[in-house]
């Protein structure tokens, strides 16, 4: 079960840097369909539709050119070394039940939601599903990334879910864009008045990035700003989790507390399945999940402080320390300048410059595509010390 994909070839236009993106997206669908084929091979599936799965993540890799590389990828070998074991775990977690599965990625992203695979059971009975597939395992595991600024703004606004940096004003309930300055500063300085100045630090970091490396004549070359780049890496992601913790210092913990709470997952209506290198955390069927999560459930506090260019939060109930969430600042190139993960050339090369030819030199800054370099914050959960 699982070599369905060997045949099709149909090709169409390379998916250039989205190429890992495409992998994992198609890693999904094909975790549906080998853990529908393991269900009908067991006898416990509702329908038959593991050979139509099959079918979607087959044209999905074709219609992007990806299906060797999907195949030879650890996103597939990860999916292919649980699958059996899952489903032997729901069956016993859900001994006189069938039940179905399904890819739900695309459609529950329209609205709002974070599963990528659906559960239903003959009962009736749907279990929403976050999937995290990691190549390297899943110590720890990424819940949230965004920029600076949107740090600030995850923990004091309402996402909409729906648009990325659009959040719910508080005050009115009206949507606004973390990105208007105006309007945001109007909220925080009725809200907030005391994190107002972090919020402007983080401005004119901002700023001062983009005026530099994206602007400036001296940052036309990758070689002219290696160096430089590493060092600011590391002095603004310093700067900024010195920033962030004190401007959470002004924000009630009880508020901190329900961010983190909603941002790690461990408290939702969603379940999260975790893969990689041979192993899987299934919260449906995890014992020792259900015992964190009602911990961070039912957390009094968060300690919070800073340390390098990381901000860490440890959630805490009345028995200490339940989870470590780990907060790391730097800078993102986002393939500002051309070729630079490629062996030099002399000359000049063509580049589809989002959507425009261009001709550039080996570490040259790309017009359009450089706009998008960007201020970066991660944040992790570090699950190998609790589970």
């Known amino acids: 079960m699982g070599d369905f994909a060997m045949a099709k070839t149909t090709k169409k236009q390379g998916a250039g840097t989205s190429i890992e993106h495409y992998i994992q997206d198609a890693a999904e669908i094909y975790l549906a369909a080998r853990l529908q084929e393991e269900a009908e091979y067991h006898g416990v599936s509702i329908s038959q539709s593991a050979d139509s799965l099959n079918e979607q993540w087959v044209d999905y890799c074709n219609d992007r050119d990806v299906l060797g590389k999907f195949l030879k990828s650890k996103y597939r070998t990860n999916v292919d070394r649980v699958a059996l074991a899952i489903v032997l775990d729901i069956i016993k977690q859900y001994p006189n039940e069938k039940f179905d599965f399904k890819c739900v990625d695309s459609e529950f992203r329209a609205i709002g939601k974070k599963g990528d695979l659906l559960i239903t059971f003959c009962s009736g009975e749907q279990v929403s599903v976050s999937v995290k597939n990691y190549q390297n395992g899943f110590d720890s595991i990424q819940v949230c990334s965004g920029t600076f600024n949107s740090t600030l703004n995850n923990f004091l606004f309402d996402s909409t879910n729906c648009t990325p940096g659009t959040y719910i004003n508080p005050l009115t309930g009206e949507k606004f864009k973390g990105s208007n300055r105006e309007e945001r500063d109007a909220i925080v300085s009725k809200m907030y008045p005391n ?193």
């Not at 990689?276 to 964190?292: P, R, V």
């Not at 939060?313 to 969430?325: K, N, R």
């Not at 070729?339 to 000359?347: D, I, M």
């Open 195 to 387: 994190v107002l100045s972090f919020y402007h630090d983080l401005d004119k970091i901002n700023d001062t990035i983009r005026d530099f490396y994206v602007n400036s004549k001296e940052a036309e070359y990758w070689d002219n700003v290696s160096e430089q780049w590493e060092k600011d890496c590391k002095k603004v992601g310093t700067l900024v989790a010195e920033l962030v913790n004190c401007a959470l210092s002004w924000v009630p913990n009880s508020i901190v507390l329900d961010r983190l709470q909603k941002a790690t997952g461990l408290v939702s209506d969603e379940h999260l399945l975790c893969i990689g290198k041979g192993n899987y955390l299934f919260s449906l069927t995890n014992a020792k999940y259900d015992i964190l999560s009602a911990r961070v459930k039912n957390a009094t506090h968060v300690n919070i402080t800073n340390r390098g260019q990381s901000v860490f939060y440890d959630i805490c109930d009345v028995s200490g320390v339940v989870i470590t969430i780990n907060q790391p600042f730097t800078l993102q190139k986002n393939g500002a300048w051309f070729a630079t993960n490629e062996e030099r050339f002399e000359g000049v090369r063509e580049k589809n410059d989002k959507g425009k030819k261009v001709m550039l030199k080996w570490g040259q800054r790309r017009p359009a595509k450089s706009k998008e370099l960007a201020t970066s914050m991660n944040t992790y959960l570090r699950l190998k010390s609790v589970l």
